[in-house]
């Protein structure tokens, strides 16, 4: 069974930098083949959206907002991703979900873990 659990969020001043790890929890080489991972997130108030993803082949994608801010990394021999924050916003503030699917364009659509708070703010 794939099961995602986030981790790492918490309070984070404007400016500065978190980060956020994802285990994914049951993923073998076979599982990387075929899914894509990444983070989405839901801000107060506001839909979920995407925020980054790994593709099949390596290729990372980005929102538009976070682009050049955040860095998405993959350590495989760990099943892990992460999700760096730089140089944060207080828009940035939302619960973050790690998320799994077919592709990174529809990510929103596939499976996701619990979801981890944070907050930017001074």
């Known amino acids: 069974q794939l099961q995602l659990v986030e981790s790492g969020g918490g309070l984070v001043q404007p400016g500065g930098s978190l980060g956020l790890s994802c285990a994914a929890n049951?993923?073998?080489?076979?599982?990387?083949?075929?899914?894509?991972i990444g983070w989405l997130r839901q801000a107060p108030g506001k839909e979920h959206e995407g925020v980054s993803c790994?593709?099949?082949?390596?290729?990372?994608h980005y929102s538009d907002s976070v682009k050049g801010r955040f860095t998405i990394s993959r350590a495989n021999r760990k099943n892990t991703v992460d999700l760096e924050m730089d140089n944060v916003k207080p828009e940035d503030t939302a619960v973050y979900y790690c998320?799994?699917?077919?592709?990174?364009?529809?990510?929103?659509?596939?499976?996701w873990g619990q979801g981890i708070q944070v907050t930017v703010s001074s």
């Open positions: 049951g993923f073998t080489e076979d599982t990387e083949d075929r899914y894509v």
């Open positions: 998320a799994y699917g077919s592709s990174c364009d529809t990510l929103l659509n596939g499976s």
């Open positions: 790994i593709d099949t082949d390596g290729t990372t």
